[in-house]
């Protein structure tokens, strides 16, 4: 299914001035590098223009969804819970690395109240995400999937997209059957492949289907950007099952660029009253392969961050290897109380190209377990060791919280979250800010505003005010462009994605490494202002374990929204002989 870029007049430019240039800036009939040049060209013209209007005007921000294609009932079968049609959620970005500016976007589409969306939606640009074009890969009966084509699923979850060396995109998802009972199939994970940027994808893959004793769940895909052939898939199963682990990380393997797929196996099991979640691959320069992931004990109520390691792409895995315990809680609206429904147990990984590791999470340990604020700890020996965490979202007098990272070609560290900086004792509203911070070197971070605050009190409501689990973050060159959700639109249209091209600064000399382009950021980001990160002071016994116990009511409001009937199948893993 494809479409134009939402809207009736098609145009993606929702927060610019009305001025905005390149409107009338017409590409077809010129040569392509005369063409591009006029694309950077009104680009950066933009860019000057925002950055001379008063502060807080939004300088280069697209918005990249429209109106849901979807019809009411698509599903095939009576639904439970609350639709929110034209609610996108959860996206997530990778910047092309054979082509400099091919993006390519997933997200949820049409976010529904107790899990999921009615589809999964797809975005690309070839302009370096100036414009955007929208398809709908057939991966659940409302985008045209069925038996047929492997896309037979009422609902799906979890988008995620890297592209390999040669160009290729992975895209993987969950796709699920909330109306599955006994031996019907009830969650899967799905894989797709497009080799010319986005514009089109190849046959739906399936990497694993299971009945509703097997849960598959919190995806992650990987290409590997050391090697072309390799591309990973890696996703936690609970399993109800006796003498079944209760939650291992799964592996789905392929060795020829994502044509097809190793059968799934278990690469880690923490046992039959543990789980991980939130499992996520990186590779380091040298092709050593990292595995990120949440560790749950359900008897100590401990949530672990830990890594396991490959040096033989996937064959072997070396045993886990602590990173730090999580203490997050989950963010809140301080007025009413209401949940946020956010990422607070689940940590973000980048590796940079010197082979620092850094990883990224809510944590409430430097307010002494009042609110959760965004830590980053790295690693400089490959995951063997780690630092210790560090608040670093700038002001910790706020709940801050779900970032993202990504590691730009000179080694710097971005971390993009949202916090209520800007919020109003109004309960009527909750404004939220999104914020992007880079480092060099951990110590120092330099802060900007990535958009103007929106009002997080209208996004869709699933078990907390949601935006999704996680969001994106890439690079162009030395650019950040974050991916992000925000809402305060009408009950037609809550939530949208929206990509941001940090700094304003936009140029044809992108596509080619430009020394130029190189200075004008590094000037630019020289005049942020200059936070340092916050060590936390050591926790009284009460107040760690006050904590551990926050922690691991995040995690049960997680898997509640995650997981059908979730307590009952807790229960009855805890009272398995």
Not at 60 to 85: D, E, M
Not at 107 to 129: F, I, K, N, P
Not at 288 to 309: E, P
Request: hydrophobic share 40%.
């Amino acid at each position: 299914m494809r479409l134009p870029y939402g809207g009736a007049s098609g145009s993606s430019n929702k927060t610019l001035p009305r001025s905005f240039p390149c409107k009338k800036t017409d590409t077809r009939a010129r040569p392509a590098s005369l063409a591009r040049h006029a694309l950077w060209a009104c680009a950066l013209a933009c860019s000057a223009a925002a950055l001379a209007a008063p502060p807080g005007l939004e300088r280069l921000t697209i918005r990249i969804t429209g109106p849901s294609p979807f019809a009411a009932g698509c599903n095939g079968v009576a639904q439970t819970g609350t639709p929110y049609p034209n609610a996108e959620v959860e996206p997530f970005v990778a910047a092309n690395p054979a082509q400099r500016l091919n993006l390519v976007s997933v997200w949820q589409q049409d976010r529904w109240s107790d899990g999921g969306s009615q589809g999964l939606g797809t975005a690309y640009s070839v302009d370096g995400g100036l414009h955007w074009s929208r398809i709908f890969v057939p991966f659940t009966r409302c985008a045209g999937g069925s038996a047929a084509n492997g896309g037979d699923y009422e609902r799906g979850s979890d988008p995620w997209v890297s592209i390999s060396p040669n160009g290729a995109a992975q895209q993987m998802v969950l796709a699920f059957n909330p109306s599955a009972t006994g031996s019907q199939v009830n969650t899967a994970m799905l894989a797709s492949r497009s080799v010319d940027g986005g514009r089109s994808w190849g046959p739906i893959q399936t990497l694993v289907a299971n009945d509703v004793h097997r849960f598959n769940d919190k995806n992650a895909i990987t290409a590997d950007p050391t090697d072309a052939r390799f591309v990973y898939a890696v996703w936690d199963r609970l399993s109800d099952v006796a003498g079944e682990g209760a939650g291992p990380t799964l592996l789905a393997r392929s060795s020829d660029n994502g044509r097809s797929y190793e059968p799934a196996r278990i690469i880690y099991d923490p046992g039959p009253n543990a789980q991980t979640i939130g499992n996520r691959i990186e590779v380091l320069p040298g092709g050593m392969l990292v595995n990120l992931f949440t560790q749950i004990d359900y008897q100590s109520g401990d949530v672990t961050l830990r890594v396991i390691r490959s040096s033989d792409k996937g064959l072997t895995w070396s045993q886990p290897i602590l990173v730090a315990d999580i203490l997050a809680l989950g963010a809140s609206d301080p007025q009413t109380g209401a949940p946020i429904r956010d990422g607070a147990i689940l940590a973000q990984m980048a590796i940079n190209r010197r082979g620092v590791i850094g990883v990224t999470w809510q944590d409430a340990r430097h307010s002494g377990g009042r609110l959760d604020g965004v830590v980053f700890s790295q690693s400089t020996d490959g995951g063997l060791s780690w630092s210790e965490p560090v608040q670093i979202n700038r002001d910790p007098s706020v709940q801050a919280f779900t970032p993202s990272i990504h590691a730009r070609r000179d080694g710097s560290f971005g971390v993009g979250y949202y916090d209520l900086r800007s919020n109003t004792g109004d309960p009527a509203t909750l404004f939220t800010d999104t914020w992007l911070t880079r480092t060099r070197e951990g110590t120092v971070w330099r802060e900007d505003r990535v958009s103007e605050p929106f009002d997080l009190s209208r996004a869709p409501n699933a078990l907390g005010l949601f935006l999704g689990d996680y969001q994106g973050l890439t690079s162009i060159g030395p650019v950040f462009i974050p991916f992000f959700a925000k809402s305060g639109g009408p009950d037609s249209n809550r939530n949208d994605i929206y990509a941001h091209i940090s700094l304003g600064h936009v140029m044809e000399d992108a596509a080619r490494d430009a020394p130029a382009l190189d200075a004008a950021v590094a000037q630019d980001e020289a005049a942020l202002a200059v936070h340092t990160p916050q060590a936390a002071a050591q926790l009284a016994a009460t107040q760690r374990s006050a904590l551990h116990s926050g922690s691991w009511q995040a995690y049960e409001r997680l898997m509640r929204a995650h997981v059908p009937q979730w307590d009952a199948r807790f229960n009855r893993r805890l009272q398995a002989p």
